[in-house]
């Protein structure tokens, strides 16, 4: 039974028990409906609604949203529960998430234990609440917090819920006990008026449209944020029936949006990344102490993601100056992170105090994992890692953040190379969600493991990549920049590769994601390739003269575009390089319109995604969307470009 009704002395228990996370299934709805007709039966004073295991109802079961919604509907059970004769009280720990805070919203009463969280993540599904989420919840905590809430996806802290009136009671523990207690309390007093019955609190229109305007902004295409933000006003604006009919009319179209379906596969994605060639029934090494070789702006970011996550670091660097100065980049790191609220003034210190750097390798000695982020060379990373093979314990495991060069060659320097496995973190490494999980096909499953265990605790989503040159995301990267630049022989300028893909959601182009990085590093590597193989390495002659002039990005204040006057200028000699280039080639330029950019580049994605598949090195299509959502900037809304293959085959692409 997913919802069963007992009785605790005048008090009747309602308890939703369908694991993991209670989702809001057929089966529940059908259960709710009998449960409230059961308990007006009951010669109970109040009822408690409240869940088994460890979180309350974290939303309706998203599987279900593919195929029409069976009656009962979730609106109809809320509707139900609002016009019972004895109060209910939601007992909400873990998340209360979408229809979960729907439901408690339609009860009389909230009690939440102090770890609680609440929220309306709809809209990063692409969807917005569609059981009265935007009418009920401005009738308790306002306009404001009611579009934050609505429009981010935010999840609430259940201090922050009691401040704003979303519950009416915090508890530290016993929930179950608290809530009935608190039941029997309300039931002394009149029956309060349903949410949907109370007043709208005052509002501050004007600021309301100013706020809403800021989510269109930010939103760069995606329909949900938009839509919830109009919901939360007619939810002020209209009488509550007429803005519950609306609110559930655009929930039931959205649903069917290509970029709702985007999301939710890509929600699926990312839960599912990596479980089919993952197997996790091998225990992980401890982790508990991490060392990182290298203190630049990697290996400080993934000292400090480490740190941020609990665990011990050592950072080791070549000399007391560099180790001085990685030490420095990752207090700073803690730092930023204190004054933007992700790390507490009382936790701060214990995380320090976690932080040794070091000049010499045999620091490293006690770690139990060893992340490597030196200079992108095979020689200099192969020494390192025959250092790490005399300083290390033999069962600790050891790990390459290398982004494209040949893990097996770097395990090879080590005398037991099972102990080797890649850890691609993205920068800034405390920030990205990204790790890719490089598997040297000597790895043991236990090293694998540690590394799945890591990424878990770094709160990451990690995805298997075999090895190759650039792994999944940089292997693609390569190929749609190689693309891009084509494009420039053709007769785009750089303005307009970024220009279309900013239009299709991309945060950044292209070719300002290269300024910002800075052009020497890949100069410096294709130079290397194209000495050791000057037939088989593709040229970037247009990249390759720009760095030529030392125009290396945004440091240097030229790149592909202009800095001087510190934002992105188009640059009339960059136009003339490339007009020079295209002459020298002998191409007739052409205008090559925005669709035309996008559907080039997004063809080479797919097909440079197909072919990682083909050789094995993605488990699956999904991963691909996955590392390409999560690292490289690709709209989440429209799903990855493996998605894209499938949703143009159904007709439902996203537009
Ligand atoms: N419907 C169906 N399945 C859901 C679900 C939902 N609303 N929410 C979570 N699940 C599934 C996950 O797919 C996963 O399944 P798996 O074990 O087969 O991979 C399982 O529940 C656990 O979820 P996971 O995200 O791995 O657990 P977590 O503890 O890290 O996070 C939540 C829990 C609830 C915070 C997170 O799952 C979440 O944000 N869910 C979506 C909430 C939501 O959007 N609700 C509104 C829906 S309209």
Redesign the pocket.
């Known amino acids: 039974m997913t919802v069963t009704v007992e009785q605790s002395g005048d008090i009747a228990r309602v308890t939703i028990d369908n694991p993991?996370?209670h989702?809001?299934?057929h089966a529940v709805r059908e259960g709710l409906v009998a449960a409230i007709a059961r308990t007006e039966a009951m010669d109970v004073v109040a009822v408690v609604l409240r869940t088994a295991g460890?979180?309350f109802v974290?939303?309706?079961?998203?599987?279900?949203?593919n195929a029409p919604p069976q009656p009962p509907h979730l609106p109809g059970v809320v509707t139900a529960l609002e016009s019972v004769t004895k109060p209910w009280v939601a007992a909400l720990h873990?998340?209360a998430?979408?229809?979960?805070l729907e439901l408690a919203l339609g009860c009389h009463y909230r009690v939440a234990l102090h770890s609680a969280?609440m929220?309306?993540?709809?809209v990063?599904?692409g969807?917005i609440?569609?059981a009265g989420g935007t009418v009920r919840l401005p009738r308790l905590v306002g306009a404001h917090q009611a579009l934050s809430m609505a429009t981010s996806?935010r999840?609430v802290p259940a201090t922050e819920a009691l401040e704003t009136g979303l519950i009416d009671h915090l508890v530290d523990a016993d929930l179950d006990a608290a809530a009935e207690q608190f039941a029997r309390a309300c039931a002394a007093q009149p029956l309060p008026l349903s949410v949907l019955q109370r007043p709208l609190p005052a509002w501050d229109a004007n600021g309301f449209e100013a706020e809403a305007e800021k989510v269109a902004r930010r939103a760069r295409g995606q329909l949900s944020p938009v839509a919830a933000a109009d919901a939360v006003r007619r939810a002020m604006t209209l009488p509550p029936e007429e803005a519950l009919a609306a609110e559930r009319s655009a929930f039931l179209t959205l649903k069917d949006d290509p970029q709702s379906k985007a999301l939710r596969h890509i929600?699926?994605a990312?839960?599912?990344a990596g479980?089919s060639w993952l197997t996790l029934d091998t225990a992980p090494a401890p982790h508990r102490h991490i060392g990182v070789v290298g203190g630049g702006n990697m290996g400080a970011g993934i000292a400090a993601a480490c740190l941020l996550a609990g665990l011990k670091v050592t950072l080791v660097e070549r000399d007391a100056t560099s180790a001085a100065a990685g030490r420095k980049r990752v207090e700073k790191i803690l730092q930023g992170s204190l004054n933007r609220g992700r790390l507490s003034p009382e936790d701060h210190p214990r995380v320090l105090s976690n932080f040794q750097s070091a000049d010499v390798f045999g620091a490293l000695a006690p770690c139990d994992l060893v992340i490597e982020a030196v200079f992108e060379d095979l020689d200099v990373k192969a020494e390192v890692f025959e250092r790490l093979d005399a300083v290390t314990r033999p069962d600790a495991v050891l790990a390459t953040n290398t982004s494209y060069l040949d893990i097996d060659a770097i395990a090879a320097s080590v005398r037991e190379p099972s102990r080797v496995i890649g850890l691609h973190f993205f920068s800034p490494a405390h920030v990205m969600k990204l790790l890719e999980l490089v598997l040297p096909a000597k790895a043991s499953a236990q090293a694998i493991a540690t590394g799945v265990a890591l990424g878990k605790r770094l709160g990451k989503v990690t995805v298997p990549a075999k090895v190759c040159d650039g792994f999944i995301g940089n292997r693609i990267l390569a190929a749609y920049r190689r693309e891009a630049e084509q494009m420039l022989e053709d007769g785009a300028l750089p303005q307009d590769v970024d220009g279309a893909l900013k239009a299709f959601g991309f945060p950044m182009g292209v070719f300002e994601v290269q300024d910002l990085s800075g052009l020497d590093i890949a100069w410096a590597m294709r130079k290397r390739r194209y000495a050791e193989d000057p037939e088989g390495t593709p040229r970037a002659p247009i990249a390759d003269a720009l760095c030529e002039q030392g125009r290396f990005g945004r440091k240097a204040e030229r790149g592909w575009y202009n800095y001087a006057a510190g934002r992105a200028d188009t640059d009339a000699d960059v136009t003339a390089l490339i007009e020079r280039h295209s002459a020298s080639k002998g191409i007739r330029r052409r205008a090559i319109p925005p669709e035309e950019i996008i559907a080039r580049l997004i063809n080479v994605m797919q097909v440079e995604g197909q072919a990682i598949l083909d050789e094995g090195i993605a488990a699956t299509a999904g991963d691909i969307d996955v590392v390409m959502v999560n690292g490289y900037g690709f709209p989440r809304w429209r799903g990855g470009p493996m998605f894209m293959v499938d949703a143009a085959r159904a007709g439902t692409s996203t537009r």
């Not at 974290?58 to 949203?65: I, K, M, N, S, T």
């Not at 998430?97 to 979960?100: I, S, T």
């Open positions: 993991p996370v989702a809001i299934s460890k979180t974290a939303g309706a079961d998203v599987r279900e949203f873990g998340a998430l979408g229809g979960g969280r929220g309306l993540p709809e990063l599904l969807l609440p569609g996806g999840h929600f699926f990312e839960r599912a479980k």
